[in-house]
């Protein structure tokens, strides 16, 4: 029964990418199965929930002050640049708000948004790092269910994007995204810097509201496709729209917990 069940999962995984992988990027790196990404997502949970803090149970956290600068500025400028490259080859190019099927021609515009969204991909991994940071620094803390499960998911979800429908609708998520990415990894940069710059972040609740906004703009963006014509795949609308009502769900948790319940109770023991 087991084999059986293995045997049917195997089928079932070569019939998805038969059927809908693009072929122009299924022998990009990690492109050709999202089994791989799976397994790396898995592996991360499994590193910084526990192997990670087992590993530095009984050692001094590590003080990676430039590594953590020399990383967010890095990340500041990536997302930059994909913010850029999908303003320039997406919407400055003709790219509709509304309804916007896939490119999957060669063209050198369309394989310029592929590559790009293989990049927005590649950089979902890379983000790891933003854990292992708090693992290394035993800020465990911060290694809550909503940044472990958000680092889990989105390598696998933009995976789905990326291999089977790179460009089109799932432009404005990238675009989003990135920018989003842009403004927090520029906090943290600031908030590595030192405690000089702490004058700087009273702003940080706002990145939780920020987060937010954007996720029910991704979540209205993509439920358009239920009530219009459009030429873009429906399952296209059930994923990301299931995946931007999880994390709406989960940062206006996060919110709640940490900004008005936190505050409320501060308040009560300052009378």
Known sequence: MVFGLIRSAIHHHNQLMDTYGDPRV??????????????????????????????????????????????????????????????TWGWAAGVSFRCEPCDFSNSPRALRVASCAWWYFFSKLVEFIDTFFFVL????????????????????????????????QAVFFGILNSFVHVIMYSYYLLAALGPEFK?????????????????????????????????????????????????????SRFYKEAYVVGETKAQTMMR
């Open 26 to 87: 299924k022998d990009w790196l990690l492109m050709g199965s999202p089994l791989p990404t799976i397994f790396l997502s898995l592996a991360y949970v499994f590193i910084v929930k526990y192997l990670g803090p087992k590993l530095m149970e009984n050692r001094k956290p590590f003080q990676l002050r430039k590594a953590i600068i020399v990383y967010n500025a890095c990340m500041v400028a990536f997302s930059s640049w994909i913010v850029y490259e999908g303003v």
């Open 137 to 168: 620094r035993k800020k465990n803390n911060q290694i809550s269910t909503l940044h472990v499960t958000h680092h889990a998911i989105m390598p696998i979800g933009v995976w789905f994007g990326a291999s089977l429908y790179p460009g089109g």
């Open 199 to 251: 004058k700087y972040l009273w702003w940080k609740k706002y990145l939780t509201i920020i987060q937010l906004v954007q996720f029910v703009l991704i979540f209205f963006h993509t439920m358009q496709l239920f009530f219009i014509d459009c030429a873009v795949p429906i399952l296209f609308g059930y994923l990301i729209s299931g995946y931007a009502a999880l994390f709406i769900a989960l940062f």
